[in-house]
């Protein structure tokens, strides 16, 4: 008889679950507010349609459920054989019936939940390897189901936006995103400042930055590439630039 309550007792890593969870809840409430017919409309990522955004998401789940099985067992079972293959998945997902689509999304992410549900503590801290091929502990999965599934319930486009996404979501995303410009060096002449958090982070060294303010929910999505409308851009006297340069490239 397996346990219907989580293995772990780490509270940090029972508050990331919670956090996963209500994402998919939310995920869910946006794919379920959609008709079938509206499935076929655009999402906010360019050649992407809600079909592709329902289908990653699903995929994504049973990918992230392979790691949680390879902590379990031992046996390597990677996220995807490679991106070509996650890629062509994706397309073939987009092109199933509204009803096998809908139920791609409701039993992947029930199984992840049990397979998350039923890992051992110790095989928490198991490494395992992202599509990225970093090496991570199998708590990480946890993070990065949470950003998926939080991300695409805005892009899904139907109602969703970043003021809706939890802050202590939207802190790590930060955080994960001007990691990534800053490991490539991308954010040169960029400072960034959040209003409502009184931080300022990315080239502090720069005499003549480019400032972009705003508050937290409006920061992560212009940084996530997802639009600017609640940022705005100055030079380093203070002086507004009518346009907001675009983000960095993230992933
Ligand atoms: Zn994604």
Known sequence: MVARHDQTSDPELLAALLQARRGTAFFARKLNELSDAELDGDSLLPGWTRRHITAHIGYNARAI???IEWAATGVETPM???????????????TLSPIALRHLFDHSAVHL?????????EAWHHTVRTIQGREVPATETVWMRSREVWIHAVDLDNGAV??????????RLLADITGA???????AGLLVNVT???ITFGDTTSATPTVVSGPLAAVVE?????????VTAADQDGAALRQVPPAPKWI
């Open 65 to 67: 459920a392979r790691l």
């Open 222 to 230: 212009w940084a996530a590439g997802r639009g600017n409308g609640g």
């Open 196 to 198: 409502d958090r009184g």
């Open 80 to 94: 995807y054989a490679s991106t070509a293959v996650r890629d062509h998945e994706i397309d073939f997902g987009a």
């Open 113 to 121: 939940n049990v397979e998350w549900r039923d890992l051992p503590e």
């Open 162 to 171: 970043f003021r809706d996404i939890p802050v202590p979501v939207l802190e």
């Open 181 to 187: 410009w800053h490991t490539r060096g991308t954010d």
